[in-house]
């Protein structure tokens, strides 16, 4: 016997085991359109958590959407008890211009969707005093309208992201550190419950989207899965892990049957030194995304001083730079052949250092 109730997000209202779409608008904008925020529910059947699923927070950080789409076209609301609210483009703006961070705040530094949490500035841009609603850039209007109205109605949060700039490929799970309690029970099982085998632990900023949302009370765990600019296999493998983590997290939370498939044992780290170039050149990678894909869930390993990726002028044909890892460890972020720039991202290692594997 199915339950009755229906499920209410901003204008949209969606019935017991039903499907829906709707948008939160935003703001009338100057091209005379209405900004607005895509979100999809599936209602389940049963009564049970409401898990948010949050995408796109930086406009180049596209993996998530495939996942997305595919969870939400493929569950049968009929067996899920709960919620899912779904947000694949939480940044049009940035999204529709294929940059990171691209809405307009000429005259002050909040660009970085991820960076304005709660929407309203704990200290004003200019002058003294408290910071006022109405003193708000179009970054920090879209992420109120997240907090306002959809971070309320949820009981747990995945905040996805991934390697933002073009050619980058990264794989690991966030976890806070900086949680107690009966939130970092939660916090720490939706993390290892999504199986991707390297979990990063460190602090939730409180004015990013998980750090908010840990400040509500609501357990998050943030995945880092892949990057843009990546071959066909390389996507549909990122698409095939997060789509697993996402139904990982469901059934750890009691919303779906089965058993989670998570790796044997999971690695976790606190330290992960970056590696970036500092002159500017043509790279040659020696470790692309299909490495870190071909590795499995207990990583790619690298010892200290180990060649990562040689730098030459594309001018002069000389080597100018030999990029190495700084520590023994599991390599997590790898960049692909191409052009770099002085101090791009390059790559990153969870250093074996202060860490370790969990069953």
Known sequence: MTDNRSFTVGDLTVGSGQKGFGRLPIAHLLNDQILSVPVHVVNGAKLGHTLGFLGTIHGTEYPAILAMREVVLGLDPEELSGTLVVIPVANPVSFAARQRKNTPEWDVDHSNMNWVFPGVRAKPAFGGGPSHPSDRS??????????????????????????????????KIIQGKNVEGELKELCHGMAQAFGVGLIHEHDFSPSTASGHAVKMGIPCCVPEIGGSGQSRVVTDWMTEQSVKGMYNVMRFLGMLPGEMEVPEKQFVFFRAPHVRPTVGGYLLSEFEAEDL?????????????????????????????????PVDGILYLTNRTGLVEVGDPGYAVADYAESRWIS
Request: aromatic share 8%; with cysteine; net charge negative.
């Open 293 to 325: 894909m071909e590795a499995g869930p207990s990583g790619l390993e690298v010892q200290a001083g180990d060649l990562l990726g040689t730098i030459f002028n594309p001018f002069t044909f000389e080597k100018v730079e030999e990029l190495r890892a």
């Open 138 to 171: 179009l970054s920090e209007l879209m992420v109120s309208v997240l907090v306002e109205k959809v971070f309320p109605l949820l009981s747990a949060l995945v905040d996805f992201h991934c390697a933002g700039m073009l050619g980058r490929a990264l794989l």
